[in-house]
């Protein structure tokens, strides 16, 4: 199976009202956006859309993450579409997901990823 990662940008409002975010964000200063990175092996888009729906799979698991239900605002492909050129397993989406949220929390933007 195919694996991507993608990164949809949040409402800024998340750094103030959610205290978790805050805390693992203490380099922001407020002038770039607040992000969420994930890895997925549906499309960038499909996946976003699951996020903001809530949606609950088959087996009765919620695979939406709550502070892309509330505060997702879009997907930012620029800062992602290079890196899914090339195939993925799952195992090295995991890795490239972390690599790049923690590439732009080095560039002064707010990041989540699990």
Known sequence: MKYQVYVIELSKRVFTENTKFRLANPQFNGVL?????????????????????????????????????????????SLYNHLNLKSMTRQEA????????????RKGYAVWFN
């Open 94 to 105: 995991l890795l490239m997901e972390e690599k790049l949220a923690l590439d732009l929390r």
């Open 33 to 77: 956006q607040c992000l969420y990175v994930g890895m997925t092996s549906k499309t960038a888009a499909e996946r976003f859309r699951q996020h903001k729906t809530g949606y609950i799979n088959k087996k009765g698991h919620k695979l939406s993450a709550y502070i892309v239900q509330k505060y997702g605002a879009y997907l930012r492909p």
